[in-house]
């Protein structure tokens, strides 16, 4: 069980376009999910929690205009990527916790996108 | 500033040896603590957690331990084995029900043949 999933895998783009990366709970609902984006050999940085029909919380340095966050159910969360430019260029990943409201609840981790702006 | 910290980017182990990841943090606030494996290409993986009101927790062949004094936390894995082989991240979270992990920079291990 608690299976996330993303979609594409990995996209390739020209610079300017705007690219949105799907995030699904398969087998569970998600009340809430995170976005993370991870450079080459570093952490993964959080950039922004989002729980259901609320909107984002982006973490300080995350530009809210620039990364578009939606969460329109239970299942599904999505990140646009607007105007897209080399610099974007990275390895995104979501997860998704149930918030049944116990403590310490594990996300779970989708398998990530990888995005090439040219 | 980063909270949570793995100073060894890598480490080799002979299949079947002890492999110890260690983790340091610096927010005393964090009280419940993570470790994740991660193949390239691919999302993390959960391996096992542990809350700051314990000091060990086990799960077959992985324990975490806690050592809220130090600020330090280790994964244990033994015996070791080449499926073992990815980048290990531990995270730490402060507050019940807040949800948000601050992740290490990964150690990378190689579990030799």
């Known amino acids: 069980g608690a299976v996330v999933s993303q979609h594409p895998s990995r996209v390739i783009c020209k610079s300017g376009t705007s690219v949105k990366i799907e995030c699904r709970s398969l087998d569970f609902q998600a009340t809430t999910m995170f976005w993370y984006r991870q450079f080459p050999k570093k952490s993964l940085m959080l950039m922004a929690t989002s729980n259901e029909g609320s909107k984002a919380t982006y973490e300080q340095g995350v530009e809210k205009d620039k990364f578009l966050i939606n969460h329109a159910s239970l299942t599904l969360s999505t990140l646009t990527v607007t105007s897209a430019h080399p610099e974007d260029s990275s390895f995104y990943i979501c997860?998704?916790?149930?918030?049944?409201?116990?403590?310490?609840?594990?996300?779970?981790f989708g398998p990530g996108t990888r995005l090439l702006v040219l | 500033d980063q909270q949570v910290k793995q100073n060894s980017p890598s480490l080799s182990v002979q299949e079947g040896r002890i492999s110890i990841l260690n983790c340091d943090y610096t927010?005393?606030?964090?009280?419940?603590f993570l470790w994740y494996k991660k193949y390239p290409a691919e999302g993390p993986t959960f391996l096992i957690s542990?809350?700051?009101?314990?000091d060990k927790n086990e799960d077959g062949r992985f324990t975490v331990f806690l050592n809220k004094s130090a600020k330090h936390l280790s994964l244990h894995i033994v015996p070791s084995q080449p499926g073992d082989s990815a980048v290990y991240f531990c995270a730490a979270s402060a507050q019940q029900g807040t949800y948000k992990y601050i992740f290490g920079t990964g150690t990378r291990l190689k579990v030799l043949a």
């Open positions: 927010n005393s606030m964090f009280d419940y």
């Open positions: 997860s998704a916790s149930q918030r049944s409201g116990q403590q310490g609840e594990t996300q779970y």
């Open positions: 542990i809350s700051s009101i314990k």
